[in-house]
């Protein structure tokens, strides 16, 4: 977490509260996204009806 003061208070609400790394959280969304890919790709392709997909992106300042 790169915002000391968010940091604060969440050691404030809850003393033991482990926050990882921004380095961590992106190794881990990128293991999670692989594990689930193979998977997600072999139930659509079986999938006999349609289906949509809706995304949503956003960046912040």
């Known amino acids: 977490l790169e915002d000391k003061d968010l940091l604060d208070i ?20 990128i293991e999670v996204f692989e594990m689930l890919k ?4 072999s139930k659509l392709k079986v999938y006999p009806g349609k289906f949509h997909i809706g995304l949503e992106g956003w ?3």
Do not use: C, D, G, H
């Open 59 to 61: 960046t912040s300042p």
């Open 38 to 41: 193979s998977n997600l790709i």
């Open 10 to 29: 969440f050691q404030m609400l809850y003393t033991k509260v482990e926050v990882p790394s921004a380095r961590t959280i992106s190794r881990n969304v």
